[in-house]
């Protein structure tokens, strides 16, 4: 059983993406979108949770929502793929269930 | 709503302000002061150019206070006023101007 | 305070929203430029996510939503002099000034120099700020 998480929040205005974190099974994959890329940047007080938790999970972040925001695909955490909605629709199909971290 | 231009029909709303920024073209600029019976000349489209240029780059249409100023700055003071510019456009230069630059009625207009 | 045509009020707006992903930060910004036409003093602040609402380069395209961002940079235009970035939010996100887009006003009372409107700001420094208003808005 393979599960796609998806968190559409920022980790600093809602705790949506902890517990995820805290709850998906490793082996997990994670796509961070909307407001949610922000965990998906560099140097931020999160990062270094990103970091940790890559070993559990792969993350994927929302290209489009990236750009949007003006936030630079260079300066997201290494080993983050960034995925269209097309990537989106691939994850959801190849995953058998999809949680969203509302 | 729509406007008939040429055998086109374009999308607006209740008051005639364009649907679809893209749609726009002078043709329908011209049209729409036709209805309003007015003909655009020279210094009115010196004010709807210099709106469409400020909507594409701040993405919004300018408060009158705004463009009058603007204008000044750019055409100079005897234009940048608004006695010139209800002149030009009587039913206020922000709406009728914006209307006819194909952009939305300016933010804060009721 | 009086400008001789009425009182003038401190209006400040609070954004700690990002924008695109909820309505708060585009609705702010049109009541910022309602607000702009009464002559009042105002201030804007971003702080916390807010923050993000300022950063450069913002390309919303491929997410189908216009681009409001361009927007901030006709702030001068409608005499809004005063825009407080919390340096501790930048800092927490890893952002720095140069992520941000430069905000001026030109200053009419000086042959329309262009001058800065964006100020960083320490934590300290904005809570003072916002203790002299008389009115708050939160975004």
């Known amino acids: 059983m393979s599960v796609l998480h998806t968190v559409n929040k ?93 | 709503m729509s406007l008939e231009v040429n ?5 607006t709303d209740e008051e005639g302000y364009l649907a679809n920024l893209n749609d726009w073209r002078p043709e329908l600029a011209d049209a729409m002061a036709e209805a309003d019976g007015a003909e655009l000349g020279e210094n009115h489209w010196e004010v709807i150019n210099f709106l469409r240029s400020y909507y594409e ?54 | ?29 049109e009541v910022v430029l309602i607000a702009a036409a009464f002559d009042q003093d105002i ?8 923050v993000y609402q ?3 380069g913002q390309d919303t395209e491929s997410i189908g939503m216009k681009n409001f961002s361009k927007t901030y940079t006709a702030l001068g235009d409608y005499d809004i002099k005063k825009v407080y970035v919390e340096k501790e939010s930048l800092e927490e996100r890893g952002l720095t000034a140069d992520d941000l887009q430069a905000l001026k006003y030109e200053d009419e009372d000086d042959d329309w120099a262009e001058k800065d409107s964006l100020f960083l ?9 916002i203790n002299e208003q008389d009115v708050i808005l939160s975004f």
């Not at chain 1, 269209?84 to 969203?100: C, K």
């Not at chain 2, 100023?69 to 234009?79: N, P, S």
């Not at chain 3, 700001?121 to 700020?129: A, K, M, P, Q």
């Open chain 1, 10 to 102: 920022s980790p600093f205005e809602r705790n949506a993406l902890e517990s995820c974190l805290r709850l998906a099974k490793a082996g997990s994959s994670i796509l961070l979108f909307e407001d949610g890329v922000i965990a998906a940047m560099q140097n931020t007080k999160f990062s270094e949770r990103i970091a940790q938790a890559m070993h559990d999970f792969s993350f994927y972040v929302m290209g489009p929502d990236v750009k949007a925001r003006g936030l630079g695909e260079d300066k997201l955490i290494n080993g983050i793929q960034v995925v269209d909605y097309n990537g989106f629709v691939d994850l959801a199909t190849e995953h058998d269930a999809v949680q969203s971290w509302l």
């Open chain 2, 7 to 11: 055998g086109q029909s374009f999308e």
């Open chain 2, 57 to 110: 780059e701040y993405q919004i249409a300018p408060a009158v206070r705004v463009l009058t100023k603007a204008i000044g700055k750019k055409l100079g003071k005897d234009k940048g006023n608004s006695k010139y510019l209800y002149e030009l456009f009587p039913y206020g230069p922000a709406k009728q101007a914006c209307k006819y630059a194909g952009l939305p009625k300016p933010t804060g207009c009721v």
């Open chain 3, 1 to 29: 305070m009086e400008n001789g045509e009425g009182v003038v009020k401190r209006f400040c707006y609070i954004n700690r929203k990002a924008p695109y992903g909820t309505i708060y930060a585009l609705e702010s910004l």
């Open chain 3, 43 to 50: 201030s804007l602040v971003f702080v916390d996510d807010g």
């Open chain 3, 54 to 56: 300022l950063t450069k």
């Open chain 3, 121 to 129: 700001v320490g934590r300290s420094e904005l809570t003072e700020i």
